[in-house]
């Protein structure tokens, strides 16, 4: 689901530019149909009635009214599969046509003596406007979809990197009164030799006061269980290769040659591949 920043900054702001511009698409459709009838009464030899053109452009008038209403669930559409995604997509269309007909038929009431059927209103906007709203919404809906999902990526990715900087690079190796700090990047693997756990770097081999397991919890992901008594620095992995019973010799840089248990093979075979 869509973090709630992701959410907040794609709200549609009613005083900034966003209504503004679905304001202008609107009116630049409504303005392009009508010169469009124009053209076509034109061409055919035929009388333009203003009036008339302009009523039957009230379906460009719900797309607005539909942006508005609608603009604080948008983000639900990210979290939607493409079953609800059709279910949607079918009943705004057929919202659309419903909503944009009665506009025209009561429109065409208050201002004409006799008004447009609602049945002929109805049939007009489905064989004139039905591939529009549907081509309208439907790239919509893939518009907003897209743009969540990329939006909580951003987060998620920002979230990441502020959690790497605040993060601890080094590992506090304690060992009677000597406290040495051992960054993570030297570290190659680190075994458990009972009582102590032992820390290998390129240079030197540090005994520590703990367990594999509460040691495991201070390190990050770059650090991969590959047996119950060893963890090894996956950035350090330079080839590994079958002993033919399901387990694996593991060799690092630096010459150090690690066993990996067919128990952890598979987490670190998808390390591995990414």
Same mark, same amino acid.
């Given at each position: 689901?869509?973090?709630?920043?992701?959410?907040?900054?794609?709200?549609?702001?009613?005083?900034?530019?966003? =209504?503004?511009?679905?304001?202008?698409?609107?009116?630049?459709?409504?303005?392009?149909?009508?010169?469009?009838?124009?053209?076509?009464? $034109?061409?055919?030899?035929?009388?333009?009635?203003?009036?008339?053109?302009?009523?039957?452009?009230?379906?460009?008038?719900?797309?607005?009214?539909?942006?508005?209403?609608?603009?604080?669930?948008?983000?639900?559409?990210?979290? /939607?599969?493409?079953?609800?995604?059709?279910?949607? #997509?079918?009943?705004?269309?057929?919202?659309? &046509?419903?909503?944009?007909?009665? /506009? $025209?038929?009561?429109?065409?009431?208050?201002? *004409?003596?006799?008004?447009?059927?609602? @049945? *002929?209103? =109805?049939?007009?906007? !489905?064989?004139?406007?039905? @591939?529009?709203?549907? !081509? $309208?919404?439907? +790239?919509?809906? +893939?518009?907003?979809?897209?743009?969540?999902?990329?939006?909580? *990526?951003?987060?998620?990715?920002?979230? =990441?990197?502020?959690?790497?900087? &605040?993060?601890?690079?080094? #590992?506090?190796?304690?060992?009677?009164?000597?406290?040495?700090?051992?960054?993570?990047?030297?570290?190659?693997? =680190?075994?458990?030799?009972?009582?102590?756990?032992?820390?290998? &770097?390129?240079?030197?081999?540090? #005994?520590?006061?703990?367990? #594999?397991?509460? +040691?495991?919890?201070?390190?990050?992901?770059?650090?991969?269980?590959?047996?119950?008594?060893?963890?090894?620095? /996956?950035?350090?992995?330079?080839?590994?290769?079958?002993?033919?019973?399901?387990?694996?010799?593991?060799?690092?840089?630096?010459?150090?040659? $690690?066993?990996?248990?067919?128990?952890?093979?598979?987490?670190?075979?998808?390390?591995?591949?990414?």
């Amino acid at each position: 689901m869509i973090t709630g920043a992701a959410h907040r900054e794609l709200q549609p702001n009613f005083r900034g530019e966003p =209504i503004y511009s679905v304001g202008a698409v609107i009116l630049s459709g409504i303005v392009l149909t009508i010169i469009q009838d124009y053209l076509f009464t $034109v061409r055919h030899n035929t009388s333009f009635v203003f009036y008339e053109s302009l009523l039957f452009k009230c379906v460009w008038v719900v797309f607005g009214l539909a942006y508005m209403f609608s603009n604080k669930y948008f983000y639900k559409i990210e979290g /939607m599969n493409n079953q609800k995604l059709v279910l949607l #997509l079918g009943t705004l269309i057929a919202s659309h &046509t419903c909503i944009t007909s009665v /506009m $025209v038929w009561w429109i065409s009431w208050i201002f *004409k003596e006799q008004g447009y059927g609602i @049945a *002929k209103i =109805i049939a007009f906007t !489905l064989s004139n406007d039905s @591939a529009k709203i549907l !081509l $309208v919404y439907l +790239l919509s809906i +893939l518009f907003i979809k897209k743009s969540y999902a990329q939006k909580a *990526k951003q987060d998620e990715s920002k979230a =990441i990197r502020l959690r790497s900087k &605040t993060q601890v690079k080094s #590992l506090q190796i304690n060992n009677g009164k000597q406290c040495n700090l051992v960054n993570f990047e030297s570290i190659y693997c =680190i075994k458990a030799d009972s009582p102590y756990v032992i820390v290998h &770097t390129s240079d030197n081999s540090f #005994l520590h006061t703990s367990s #594999l397991k509460k +040691l495991a919890e201070k390190l990050d992901s770059r650090f991969v269980k590959i047996h119950r008594s060893c963890i090894v620095n /996956m950035d350090k992995v330079t080839s590994y290769k079958s002993r033919l019973n399901g387990d694996y010799d593991v060799s690092l840089s630096g010459d150090i040659q $690690v066993r990996l248990s067919r128990n952890y093979a598979k987490e670190f075979k998808e390390v591995i591949e990414g």
